[in-house]
């Protein structure tokens, strides 16, 4: 079995909450930022640092109009961003495949 490399993991996709964005992101489709930092139990500041490092690295797109007076920001993953997160996914899978192989060794 060839070594897994854990040094080549995207460290974008690697963090829990962005991690959590990207697979909500692809599992439910476009997301607003309420209903991202209700499901991921975060604050605001939080929540917009991790999807500003997911808008700069080309992972997400925001969308921003106002509903009534209110601003409302939607989220969508890209194709980059779909693609990093089966990389990453694959990767996990891996490494998860490698442990159970040796279960009780």
């Not at 990207?22 to 209700?38: N, W």
Request: charged share 20%; with cysteine.
């Amino acid at each position: 079995m060839p070594p897994i490399d854990f040094n080549g993991l995207d460290t974008t996709v690697h963090g829990p909450i962005r991690l959590g964005v990207l697979t909500a992101l692809q599992v439910h489709g476009p997301l607003d930022f309420t209903s991202l930092k209700k499901q991921h139990g975060v604050s605001d500041g939080a929540l917009g640092l991790h999807l500003q490092k997911l808008e700069e690295t080309g992972y997400v797109t925001c969308e921003k109009a106002f509903v009534g007076k209110r601003p409302k920001s939607t989220y969508r993953i890209t194709p980059t961003g779909r693609t990093a997160l089966t990389t990453y996914l694959d990767a996990m899978q891996a490494v998860i495949d490698s442990v159970r192989r040796h279960e009780g060794n």
